[in-house]
């Protein structure tokens, strides 16, 4: 059962040069998972292995975000994004995730996450706009959340002219 965790405002940081990776299966179970994981998170390899990949999940983050995760990945895609993470004592660290389908024998048997540093701006950017998400999941409720939540995220690409792939990759290769 995931542990109940009180958040803090404490961010951990971790190197520009690192990569945090880990391995689910089908359900998103870890079934790998890297010592700059465990030390950013800070779970041993045990307390990971076999376990949901939400053991990681920060309440600030939107349904809808990771809605479009699963849909994107569940389709043969990559999932280009930033997370927002939660560790072990209740402090954030926030990625940029890059989440791919490994296939066999082309099937989809699992997938993998990379993910390293956010850039400060980007969150700046993001931070935003999934705490408005949140708060539109919050007023349509649970069964209307995502859908809510995805739609008014549609609009601002529109607006902008852009999918949410192309924001998030700009936002990280923008000058700091
Ligand atoms: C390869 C992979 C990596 C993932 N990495 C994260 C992650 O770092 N943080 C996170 O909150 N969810 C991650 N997820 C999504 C979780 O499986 C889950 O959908 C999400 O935490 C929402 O959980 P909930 O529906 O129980 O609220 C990942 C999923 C996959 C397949």
């Not at 390899?45 to 920060?58: A, C, F, K, S, T």
């Amino acid at each position: 059962m995931k542990p109940q965790i009180v958040p803090t405002q404490c961010e951990v940081g971790f190197a520009a040069d690192e990569f945090i990776v880990s391995k689910t299966d089908l359900k998103g179970r870890i079934t790998y998972a890297n010592r700059v994981f465990m030390r950013i998170a800070d779970y041993s390899e045990d307390q990971l292995l076999g376990v949901q990949h939400n053991i990681v999940r920060h309440p600030d983050m939107p349904r809808g975000a990771f809605k479009h995760l699963w849909d994107t990945i569940q389709t043969g895609r990559e999932w280009f994004g930033f997370v927002k993470n939660m560790t072990s004592r209740g402090d954030f660290y926030w990625v940029f995730a890059n989440v791919t389908p490994d296939f066999q024998d082309g099937q989809i048997v699992g997938y993998y996450s990379v993910r390293r540093q956010a850039p400060r701006k980007a969150v700046e950017f993001i931070a935003p706009l999934y705490a408005e998400m949140l708060r539109i999941e919050r007023e349509a409720g649970p069964s209307r959340a995502c859908e809510a939540s995805l739609a008014w995220l549609d609009e601002q690409l529109t607006v902008r002219q852009t999918t949410y792939e192309r924001l998030v990759l700009d936002l990280f290769h923008q000058p700091a």
